[in-house]
T-cell receptor, first 116, second 114 residues
Framework: AQSVTQLDSQVPVFEEAPVELRCNYSSSVSVYLFWYVQYPNQGLQLLLKYLSGSTLVKGINGFEAEFNKSQTSFHLRKPSVHISDTAEYFC??????????????FGKGTLLTVNP | DAGITQSPRHKVTETGTPVTLRCHQT?????MYWYRQDPGHGLRLIHY???????DKGEVSDGYSVSRSKTEDFLLTLESATSSQTSVYFC?????????????FGDGTRLSIL
């Protein structure tokens, strides 16, 4: 069964500092990778996705992620964070393992707190 | 924003009572999903639907049933609520089920079972 590991449950950073949120996955078949963001009391919004092609993926709000197949990782980065980036971030994997339909499997989330 | 409305947004009820949560979409998307979100667990799939009257189980389906009689509505029912079902429930929709069809989420229903 596929699984997603987000290595840090909480990441505190100062405003304008760079940040990296780490995500590792395990799957024996081709995978498709996503990062979602959840602001307080809201649903999840898609930040970016990797389906194929270039391993560096750019998303909304200045975020980017790099797919590394050999390390089975899909880390999320931003060179300079803002207070408004404070939110919970979820890494997710989509594949067909265990059936004919694609299923999304989520990591447990990383709470990013940006301090002034 | 995707046209997804979850109702109610908040509910408090007692153990043993039936509870139904509603997800309504205006996008005419074929696929609809119910997830629950719990601290330390991320989101876990309860049930999903791939068309009217077509549903299937997710990884945490025990204690839950679903129905989809119209494209736009997907209902999640707890036949006899238990305290372990206290959670935040999210509905999601997608136009297709492939990875190129990302899921869009509603704002959630916070359910407390006392």
């Amino acid at each position: 069964a596929q699984s997603v590991t987000q290595l840090d449950s909480q990441v505190p950073v100062f405003e304008e500092a760079p940040v990296e949120l780490r995500c590792n996955y395990s799957s024996s078949v081709s995978v498709y990778l996503f990062w979602y963001v959840q602001y307080p009391n809201q649903g999840l919004q898609l930040l970016l996705k990797y389906l194929s092609g270039s391993t560096l993926v750019k998303g909304i709000n200045g975020f980017e992620a790099e797919f590394n197949k050999s390390q089975t990782s899909f880390h999320l980065r931003k060179p300079s964070v803002h207070i408004s980036d404070t939110a919970e971030y979820f890494c997710a994997v989509s594949d067909r393992s265990g059936g004919s339909n694609y299923k999304l499997t989520f990591g447990k989330g990383t709470l990013l707190t940006v301090n002034p | 924003d995707a046209g997804i409305t979850q109702s109610p947004r908040h509910k408090v009820t007692e153990t043993g009572t039936p509870v139904t949560l509603r997800c309504h979409q205006t996008e005419n998307h074929r696929y609809m999903y119910w997830y629950r979100q719990d601290p330390g667990h991320g989101l876990r799939l309860i049930h999903y639907s791939y068309g009217v009257k077509d549903t299937d189980k997710g990884e945490v389906s025990d204690g839950y049933s679903v129905s989809r009689s119209k494209t736009e509505d997907f209902l999640l029912t707890l036949e006899s609520a238990t305290s372990s079902q206290t959670s935040v429930y999210f509905c999601a929709i997608s136009a297709g089920q492939g990875p190129n069809q990302p899921q869009h989420f509603g704002d959630g229903t916070r359910l407390s079972i006392l």
